[in-house]
């Protein structure tokens, strides 16, 4: 290895150690309100009324059948809407420049929790976030 590879390589992995230390000092995420009483009485409501998503999308490959989104939303919003509850999506950035998905599931209460699942979509551009 020539010494400018070497030298490539030494900061690529200085640039990796130092989003390891940059993630390890990230204060710990809030990811959901302080009582969720409210929040789980309605959700527990909302699921014995929620009917099972249709499978209406083909999957040619594997031979099967399934739910696609709006199949998802067709059967769960209206009970989740008819007990104060609602979903919110964004794709934020972390402080590393890493893209999530935030989901919150939140109740009129003011009552919430949080999940982020980092997102890698398979080109860097919008088009594989919208590809069904």
């Not at 699942?117 to 080109?123: D, E």
């Amino acid at each position: 290895m020539d010494s400018s590879s070497l030298t490539f390589a030494l900061k690529e992995l200085k640039d990796e150690i130092k989003k390891l230390q940059l993630y390890r000092s990230y204060p710990p995420a809030k990811t959901r309100s302080a009582e969720m009483n409210e929040l789980f009485a309605a959700l527990a409501k909302a699921q014995i009324e929620m009917n099972i998503a249709g499978t209406s999308r083909i999957n040619t490959f594997y031979k099967s059948n399934y739910a696609d989104f709006c199949d998802v939303i067709k059967a769960s919003r209206p009970a989740l809407t008819k007990n104060g509850l609602s979903v919110i999506q964004q794709i934020l950035q972390n402080e590393d420049g890493t893209d999530m998905l935030h989901t919150l599931l939140c109740h009129s209460s003011g009552q919430w929790v949080e999940t982020r699942m980092r997102i890698v979509p398979s080109k860097p551009d919008i088009q594989p976030l919208y590809q069904h």
